[in-house]
């Protein structure tokens, strides 16, 4: 997981589009680089020099450091100074700040770009984090919380964030995946029953998706079936996966896909646990990575705990 910091206005909004974007796994609301400790919200607002800022932390095998600034670009005025839409001052400044120094030449580089596409110079600050205050509970995941509430970004750029899935070439899985993680996944084999990295495992935690890092199961769902593969109740959440036919074989069977990556995941079938619900998500472990327990909360999935029984 890497982190960065941006500032482009009400951090209401942009909190929200930012979460959207697949390869974020956590995004929280705060104040960067002014001159007080722990700031309120009506310090801030009484010019304290800090600026509404999201930590973003996101998964680089998802998307690029570059990639994610040209999103946060799509929905600021990267040439406004202290402002954005309706609101002014220098906490509604636009910013970049970094923990990492091998980020700021990507930085960098990016801006120069930026700056060339614009007919007047860009306000947006380039600088190391100095400090980050996160802004009180009320402000976080504010609209989620207030569908309706005040928002300085359009809600279609909430649409296109959902879609603005950054995709590896094939060549770049090639590189990264194992060649049965790539067959699998990409290319919708099948790996050999048994003799496969998750079937016997029964550790607590997350399975994600190989290709983009996005949980899909979770360990208290994991049940031994026979089956020669990992077997799952149910998914996270039933929007993760879809369903295609799959006529392989003289037969109908339904695959199981992953929806943010197309990853192919396996299938699913009728003769699971009863009392789980009597489903079998039979799913190939090339298809999956597992985060311990453990180590949840440091690679960025810590909302899941809950999850893990």
């Not at 989620?144 to 649409?159: A, L, Q, T, V």
Request: proline content about 5%; hydrophobic content about 35%; some cysteine.
């Amino acid at each position: 997981m890497k982190t960065i910091y941006l500032a482009g206005g009400c951090f209401w909004g942009l909190q929200k589009y930012l979460s959207l974007i697949q390869g974020v796994t956590e995004t929280t609301a705060g104040y960067a680089n002014g001159a007080a400790a722990n700031p309120t919200y009506e310090q801030v607002c009484a010019n304290s020099g800090h600026a509404e800022t999201v930590r973003v932390k996101y998964n680089e095998n998802t998307i690029t450091l570059t990639r994610l600034l040209d999103l946060y670009a799509d929905v600021i005025d990267p040439a406004a100074e202290n402002r954005q839409g309706g609101d002014v001052g220098i906490q509604y400044r636009t910013g970049v700040y970094y923990e990492d120094e091998t980020d700021r030449a990507i930085i960098a580089g990016w801006l120069t770009l930026l700056g060339e596409s614009l007919t007047k110079p860009a306000a947006i600050e380039l600088a190391p984090l100095d400090s980050f205050y996160p802004a009180e509970e009320y402000h976080q995941n504010y609209l989620d919380k207030n569908p309706d509430g005040y928002c300085h970004i359009s809600k279609d750029k909430f649409e296109c964030a959902r879609s603005a899935a950054h995709t590896e070439s094939d060549a770049e899985l090639r590189e990264r995946l194992t060649p049965m993680q790539y067959e699998v996944a990409v290319g919708g084999a099948t790996e050999p029953p048994f003799a496969n990295e998750y079937y016997g495992s029964f550790e607590p935690g997350v399975y994600v998706d190989v290709i983009n890092g996005k949980p899909l199961f979770v360990s208290t769902d994991k049940f031994e079936s026979g089956c020669g593969w990992p077997a799952f109740s149910r998914p996270i959440d039933d929007s993760l996966v879809k369903e295609l036919a799959d006529h392989s074989y003289g037969r109908t069977r339904a695959e199981i896909r992953a929806s943010g990556s197309g990853a192919h995941l396996g299938h699913v079938f009728n003769d699971g646990k009863p009392e789980l619900g009597g489903l079998r998500y039979c799913i190939n472990s090339a298809s999956l990575r597992f985060v311990p327990k453990a180590d949840m909360e440091r690679e960025g999935y810590g909302e899941y705990l809950p999850l893990i029984k």
